[in-house]
């Protein structure tokens, strides 16, 4: 397929054409970080969001100066490309307190002389209430006057609604790739799907959802990938590595589902347009599902992974965390059980972000799970 190659090349490359484009109209570009920030702040006003990742790092020599080597890996590789000028391109990131490492990577690359001009801290609580839900709010219009005082721009309730329909959009059409992908006989692979949505994150919404619409009429047409492999889940800790899950695939298995952020947890829930946007927005991004961070809300997770798996009949789970990712490692532990308990094989990967230098030991773990899958 000519518009899935397009998408995964998109994925492949920290720039890509559609970034270049938009600077070259004299429009600015802002990377982000995390799930709980709401991207349509910037849209609302011509800035692109760009979700900022550590692909492509083969060494953090330089970020493992400010950042020890027995922090998450992600975090590491982050910090090394904006210290290093790696993304020079954006006019600003903010940064979320999703967990300690992230927080530290923030501060340092705010500190170098590397840092952005426009350099955001958005503070989320970690607690589901009506009151962390004001203090969210409060953070998240915080958020949006600092971007109209530094940008010189004015978010308005109407192109605020327009970039809500917008984003609407691509969250219902990534609903319909997640269908076709949980098929009797996927039309995407799990690296396929993933490739998507990381080329999904780091370019317009128009011309992502123009893609997506085409890949999906293509794809239609006719089944992908063959029938009676294995079919997965994967949960855990953040992975915008398609190479991972082709390691995993190549094994006979297919991932079929997920519950990870740079997955299902991406789009899932809409935003709702008939009330106040702003107001909206907060609802949406402080209520969808959730991830470790977020205290008391591991019956939710757990219900959320098991209507995935069920909607997509899986085989097993397979639950991975970058190691030192303290947050995915415990909630592993207690899915595992309870996942377990309900007759649902389950194996737990512990793993290091960026290239797999340690994909034989993983092929290996993945293949004798598949085996015990199969008897």
Request: aromatic share 10%.
């Amino acid at each position: 397929m000519g518009v899935l190659k397009d998408l995964v090349e998109i994925a492949d490359n920290r720039r890509n054409r559609f970034v270049d484009d938009w600077k070259n109209q004299n429009k600015r570009v802002i990377g982000y970080t995390c799930t709980y920030v709401p991207e349509e702040i910037f849209y609302a006003v011509d800035i692109l969001p760009y979700r900022i990742s550590g692909k492509g790092v083969n060494d953090t020599s330089l970020a493992d100066a400010h950042l020890a080597r027995v922090n998450c890996s992600f975090a590491r590789c982050c910090l090394e490309v904006g210290i290093s000028g790696g993304f020079d391109f954006l006019d600003g990131v903010v940064f979320l307190t999703s967990c300690d490492h992230m927080r530290r990577c923030y501060y340092n690359w705010k500190m170098h002389e590397k840092a952005l001009p426009f350099m955001h801290m958005l503070p989320v609580p970690h607690l589901i209430t009506e009151d962390a839900l004001q203090y969210y709010k409060e953070e998240v219009l915080f958020l949006k006057e600092a971007v109209e005082k530094h940008f010189d721009v004015k978010i308005t309730p109407q192109r605020l609604g327009e970039a809500i329909s917008l984003y609407n959009e691509t969250r219902r059409l990534l609903g319909k790739l997640y269908d076709l992908r949980a098929a009797d006989v996927p039309q995407f692979t799990g690296a396929e799907t993933l490739s998507i949505l990381s080329a999904g994150s780091k370019m317009p919404k128009t011309e992502f959802n123009g893609m997506l619409s085409n890949l999906l009429a293509e794809t239609e047409k006719g089944p992908k990938t063959s029938d009676g492999q294995i079919r997965l889940l994967v949960a855990g800790s953040l992975m915008d590595e398609p190479d991972f899950l082709e390691n995993v695939e190549d094994l006979g298995a297919v991932v079929v589902a997920d519950t990870m952020c740079y997955g299902a947890r991406t789009f899932w829930g809409m935003v709702d347009e008939d009330i106040d946007p702003i107001d909206a927005l907060v609802d949406r991004y402080f209520n969808h599902p959730s991830c470790p961070r977020m205290v008391g809300e591991y019956k939710q997770r757990l219900a959320f992974l098991k209507d995935q798996a069920g909607k997509a009949r899986i085989d097993g789970v397979i639950l991975e965390a970058i190691k030192f990712c303290d947050l995915s490692g415990t909630d592993n532990a207690l899915l595992k059980h309870d996942l377990e308990k309900a007759g649902i094989p389950v194996v737990e990967l512990e793993r290091q972000y960026g290239p797999l230098a340690d994909a034989g030991r993983i092929r290996t773990r993945v293949q004798a799970f598949i085996e015990r899958i199969g008897r």
